[in-house]
């Protein structure tokens, strides 16, 4: 495992003083210069949580699901990632981690002033919804409310008067994720900023598929945990409660590695 460190500003250009000319301090580099190899990050007691479906697989497939499949990158000093997946007759659940180191090439940015920018890209594109505006579900499917996207809108439709609405037997009360407390939020207290997304989509056979997000920064270093469920019965609804919990107990996990 590779361990994060502090960066030495290796991978920062060099200023290009002039003789005789004043002299201009570069911007900090950031904290990490070094990520944790993936796949092996998650603890196989949260994994065994997050993947009920491995459990009654037979122990050399077990052994597959928890290894994880590592993503694709180019440098590993740069980006990593792993995803793992397991089904089971009830339901299927998915989960993908990603981190990204940022490095700025300005010798006027700071390595976390960069990464905070690319962190808020990511925010932004989520479109939270704006506190005290009545939550993502307040304006009907017709009339979405300015910034939301169509995966948000998704999370919507079960409302009165929705032209798209399904039959109330195909739609549980349950199935809006924007209860008090439950709604796509910003987080405290994990690692610098972070936020949570939930999105409630529908998969090619009508199932209803929820997606929890966590991104977080921690100096220079940017995590997202991705978890997601499908339950093999269209008429069920992932709880919101329970992915949302699952997946900031990893988040919290892995801004404590980053820490040690």
Same mark, same amino acid.
């Given at each position: 495992m590779v361990v994060a460190g502090c960066s030495s500003g290796a991978d920062r250009p060099a200023l290009d003083a002039k003789p005789g000319g004043p002299t201009t301090s570069a911007a900090p580099p950031g904290k990490y210069r070094t990520l944790r190899e993936p796949c092996g990050s998650v603890?196989?007691?949260t994994l065994k949580a997050l993947l009920?479906?491995?459990?009654?697989?037979?122990?050399?497939?077990?052994e597959k699901v928890y290894d994880g499949t590592a993503s694709v990158t180019y440098d590993t000093d740069r980006r990593v990632g792993c995803s793992w997946k397991a089904d089971s007759p009830d339901a299927s659940h998915q989960l993908v981690i990603d981190l990204e180191r940022v490095v700025s090439y300005d010798p006027g940015v700071s390595d976390d002033d960069?990464?905070?920018a690319v962190?808020?890209?990511?925010?932004?594109?989520?479109?939270l919804p704006v506190p005290g505006a009545g939550?993502? &579900? %307040? $304006?009907? *499917? &017709? %009339? $979405?409310? *300015?910034g939301t996207d169509a995966d948000t809108e998704t999370?919507?439709?079960s409302g009165p008067g929705s032209e798209t609405a399904a039959p109330p037997s195909e739609t549980p009360p349950s199935e809006t994720p924007s209860a008090e407390g439950l709604e796509p939020r910003l987080l405290d207290g994990l690692g610098d900023v972070a936020f949570l997304n939930d999105v409630l989509a529908r998969s090619g056979s009508a199932a209803r598929h929820r997606t929890v997000s966590v991104v977080f920064?921690?100096?220079?270093?940017?995590?997202?945990?991705r978890y997601s469920e499908q339950p093999a019965r269209p008429a069920e609804v992932p709880d919101s409660r329970e992915l949302q919990e699952k997946a900031?107990?990893?988040a919290r996990t892995l801004a404590d590695q980053l820490n040690e």
């Open positions: 603890p196989r007691s009920p479906g491995a459990a009654a697989l037979p122990e050399d497939q077990q960069r990464a905070q962190y808020l890209e990511k925010e932004t594109a989520a479109a939550g993502a &579900s %307040s $304006p009907p *499917p &017709s %009339s $979405p409310a *300015p999370t919507t439709q920064r921690t100096s220079n270093v940017i995590v997202t945990v900031r107990q990893l």
